[in-house]
């Protein structure tokens, strides 16, 4: 099977279309701005949180570093305590091995708790065409299935939608909702609730992701806002735990740490409502069948970047997504993965390979606004420009800007092109003069440089397709200054 998180589009296409939707600019605004003004206040109160968000990272590039040590760490322990770890290679063998598993266990439909790496691999697709039914149970999720829509957020999937909309969806697609449902939250959320406790008290099988797993002791984390994870992790008779390979972390300890950043970075409250601890099985008590789904996926390959790695830190706070003004701007469907926002620049790319859209590393301001947010400091800005040099470039580029080089690296040889340049750019800049009735030209151009070409023809398309074309200003700076002060700059 093809992986589900590549892009066939060009981000700046998909951006365009979703400039235009004014309605998801509004919803997306509003939501962005609450979560990150309620964020900005709870971490505010702890005089250390500096030192929290280094000591996050600290465990997170111990963690990374040792990898392989800690995953046979963590299969041991919780194999000890009677679960069975079972190993993905990729998307197409951790959704064979969960069908597989449903199977066995005699079921046709799931629950589900809120998990980006089984929307990563593209689970539900592949339960589906085995003949098996998935019910996502987290609130936004719901919403996003109903729509037969994709999620636009790490931590909100529904963002892109407002009450209203919510409430027409219900009315149409959501069995037993009221026909006089309106949109007061309550009302939803009852709804809701209604709905999916029968899925509840009649699944024999949940599926969950997990926050962190803990190499120590062998046990998974989810934590979560509505109790609908509980509900999934503890009602069924067999439990499928989907986890990616980089939540590991060596001790139970280091929960301390983490169980502080999350939440506030998340959406900004001091601690989850609901933190869900699990280790193999209790006989008696909960699933008494736990089985637990490492996945790569393309984790080992980015691991062995030294400066892409930092995006397995990564522990799906949505933070950065929260205060990108990109993000704000166009939505998490302009990235084409289950990954928007800054970390899914970076991180997508990685985990597709060549496979995936090479446009993501540039939907960024690198602004840096990202790297200042992230509760584990992930310097996005830094992999952002390295996935840039890394990519493919094409052969015009490369001879473009090896001329370049070759200019600039002698002072005198750029000073003789630089007058060439503006000799030669005489008639162009006449052009351009009239194409904008005379004023200095337009969104790409540098303050005194002069008018600007908005247009060339290939293969200088490529830079005019995004921005403008400065052209050389008629006089340099040390020209100018030479002339009003009489001597060299």
């Known amino acids: 099977m093809s992986n589900p998180i590549a892009a066939p589009r060009p981000f700046p296409a998909a951006a365009a279309d979703e400039l235009a939707d004014q309605q998801l600019r509004a919803n997306l605004r509003r939501a962005t701005h609450t979560i990150r003004d309620k964020r900005l206040r709870v971490v505010a109160e702890l005089p250390d949180w500096e030192r929290l968000r280094e000591a996050g990272r600290a465990v997170k590039a111990d963690a990374m570093s040792r990898l392989p040590q800690l995953l046979t760490e963590f299969e041991a322990a919780a194999t000890a305590a009677g679960a069975t770890v079972h190993w993905a290679r990729d998307a197409a063998e951790a959704c064979s091995i969960v069908a597989g598993l449903v199977r066995a266990a005699g079921a046709a439909e799931v629950v589900k708790v809120k998990s980006m790496a089984t929307q990563e691999i593209g689970l539900n697709e592949a339960l589906a065409a085995a003949g098996i039914a998935a019910t996502e149970t987290d609130l936004a999720e719901l919403i996003v299935q109903l729509a037969d829509d994709t999620p636009s957020h790490i931590l909100v999937p529904a963002i892109h939608y407002n009450r209203t909309q919510i409430r027409d969806l219900f009315r149409d697609r959501m069995s037993g909702a009221p026909a006089d449902l309106t949109n007061d939250p309550p009302a939803l959320a009852e709804a809701a609730r209604r709905h999916l406790r029968a899925k509840f008290l009649s699944a024999t099988v949940g599926i969950s992701g997990a926050n962190f797993a803990v190499a120590q002791t062998g046990s998974l984390v989810v934590v979560e806002s509505e109790g609908n994870g509980r509900m999934c992790l503890t009602l ?35 601690m989850n409502p609901y ?18 789904v490492l996945v790569d996926n393309g984790r080992t390959s980015t691991l062995a970047d030294q400066v892409g790695r930092q995006a397995l830190h990564c522990i799906r706070c949505s933070a ?11 939505g998490g469907h302009a990235y084409g993965s289950v990954y928007p926002g800054p970390i899914g620049a970076i991180l997508s790319p990685q985990l597709t390979g060549d496979g ?17 947010a992230c509760p584990v400091k992930i310097n996005i800005p830094e992999v952002l420009v390295h996935l840039r040099q890394t990519g493919r470039h094409p052969r015009t580029e490369r001879a473009g800007m090896r001329a370049i080089l070759w200019l600039m690296s002698d002072r005198r040889r750029f000073a003789r092109a630089l007058r060439a340049a503006r000799a030669g750019a005489a008639p162009l800049r006449a052009i351009a003069r009239r194409a904008t009735g005379g004023r200095r030209a337009s969104r790409g151009a540098v303050a005194g440089t002069g ?36 001597g060299p700059a």
């Open 451 to 486: 008018p600007a070409l908005r247009r060339l023809p290939w293969p200088l398309s490529a830079w005019t397709a995004s921005r403008d074309m400065p052209l050389p200003a008629e006089r340099s700076f040390r020209e100018w200054w030479e002339k009003e002060h009489g």
């Open 356 to 372: 995936f859209n090479r446009t993501l590393p540039y939907a960024s301001t690198l602004c840096g606004a990202c790297y200042d």
């Open 275 to 292: 933190t869900s601890i699990w280790t193999g099985v209790t006989p008696g008590d909960g699933p008494q069948n736990v089985h637990i």
């Open 320 to 330: 950065c997504l929260n205060v990108c003004p990109v993000y704000e701007r166009v």
């Open 236 to 270: 069924p008779q067999t439990l499928i735990s989907v986890v990616g390979i980089e939540k590991v972390v060596p001790t139970f300890r280091d929960l301390e740490i983490f169980l502080q950043l999350l939440p506030r970075s998340s959406t900004g409250e001091r």
